[in-house]
């Protein structure tokens, strides 16, 4: 080994790491990353300054090598620390938001490949049962024409028309981003427990990626537009909100059923959240509707202005009777839109209140008989302790009187 080699080998000495070890102060588990980063690139810079610094001019030239070289290599650590931290603790994952183009291509992939896969191994089991004498030929015939025919009608995706498709596109489209959301979340935690290559958290992926099959294939191949448009769009909401709060109603005033105060709380929490949940919807719904109203309406002056440009009688006509003719159609279309928005806000509401009315009688009720059972259980107590007090003061007459009558004897 020459001069040079062996100066760099011997250069990073006690005095080093103990430098270098400063760069580990204040570690925490979200700055471990560059902490760590920092100490090695340290260390390894105030070895590599020193031999270059000693090569140059001995002595003073390893010291300043030694520094400089601790200075480039921090900045470098640190560079690399954040690699070091990703590895240690993961990162945030990204949800990408799922295009209603890309949800319809992946539900058509999958209804056409289930259901032929579906189909295929029915008749190849039919094959089979023939070819071992269990069936005849025109069993097999007859049964294999029932196979194919099942598969025309099949309730799939690819057989529904176009309005049910896109309702259904739509409404998986928001439920694969909520249950991407869901599993991203779970990975994230089980990363800052068990680390980025555990086998938890690899569990939490393949098992990802199950629920995700899991959910495509259900909407290929079972939900229906109707379902589709429940939860997609502002008349669905609202009819899922009106049977959710019509259902929690019926439980608070069937006299029948018990129910506790935190049971009661809880079914008033679940009006509030479908009343916001409707109304969240309808004023979505509002301002979509007044966004493409204005783009029309200003797309319309726009084109009548090209259209009838110039100072003429006529052309000032032509161009009022258009831009008039525009903001009528777009007061109107505003309108009917608030309208609607109002009405189911209101109605939503006045469901809400209805819950809330039954609720508080409901609650009013049950904190009656709970004050009923208080005052009884506390007059029963009250009942035990003069017993046995009364017992006691009984009990120690008796004693005394039998001292009375001993001393007499």
Not at 210 to 215: E, G, T, V, W, Y
Request: proline share 0%.
């Amino acid at each position: 080994m020459s001069r040079f080699g062996k100066l760099a080998a011997g250069a990073t000495g006690v005095g080093d790491v103990l430098m270098a070890g400063t760069d580990l102060l204040g570690m925490t588990k979200k700055t471990a990353g560059s902490h760590i980063g920092a100490f090695a690139g340290n260390l390894g810079g105030a070895a590599a300054g020193a031999a270059v610094g000693t090569a140059i001019l001995p002595g003073i030239g390893t010291a300043i090598g030694a520094g400089v070289g601790a200075l480039g290599g921090e900045k470098l650590g640190r560079t690399l620390g954040k690699q070091i931290q990703k590895g240690l603790f993961g990162t945030k994952l990204k949800v990408p938001k799922i295009s209603m183009k890309k949800a319809h291509n992946q539900l058509l992939q999958e209804s056409k490949s289930y259901y032929s896969k579906k189909q295929k191994q029915a008749l190849d089991d039919l094959k089979t049962l023939k070819k071992n004498g269990a069936i005849s030929e025109k069993e097999y015939q007859k049964e294999a024409e029932s196979i194919k025919k099942a598969g025309k009608k099949a309730n799939s995706y690819d057989k529904k028309n176009k309005k049910d498709q896109t309702a259904i596109a739509k409404y998986y489209a928001q439920e694969k981003q909520k249950l991407t959301e869901k599993w991203n979340n779970k990975i994230e935690r089980d990363e800052k427990l068990y680390g980025k290559h555990s086998t938890q958290v690899q569990k939490d992926i393949n098992d990802k990626k199950k629920a995700l099959d899991k959910q495509r294939l259900k909407f290929a191949a079972k939900v229906t537009g109707d379902e589709a448009r429940l939860h997609t769009t502002l008349a669905g909401k609202i009819k899922r909100a009106n049977a959710k709060m019509l259902k929690n109603d019926e439980k608070l005033t069937d006299k029948k059923k018990k129910l506790s105060r935190s049971e009661v709380k809880e079914i008033v929490k679940n009006a509030d959240k479908e009343y916001d949940s409707v109304k969240s919807a309808a004023d979505k719904k509002y301002k979509d509707v007044v966004g493409k109203a204005d783009k029309q309406r200003d797309e319309t002056i726009k084109a009548a202005k090209r259209e009838y440009s110039g100072n003429s009688q006529w052309a000032k006509d032509k161009r009022k009777a258009v831009i008039d003719a525009a903001n009528k159609q777009h007061d109107r279309v505003v309108d009917r839109a608030e309208k609607q928005k109002d009405e189911a806000i209101n109605h939503a509401k006045a469901e809400k209140d209805r819950v809330s009315k039954h609720a508080d009688d409901r609650y009013k009720n049950v904190s009656k008989s709970a004050d009923n059972e208080y005052e009884l259980k506390k007059r029963l107590i009250k009942r035990r302790k003069m017993i046995i007090v009364v017992s006691f003061i009984q009990l120690a007459h008796g004693g005394i009187n039998s001292q009375v009558q001993l001393a007499v004897c």
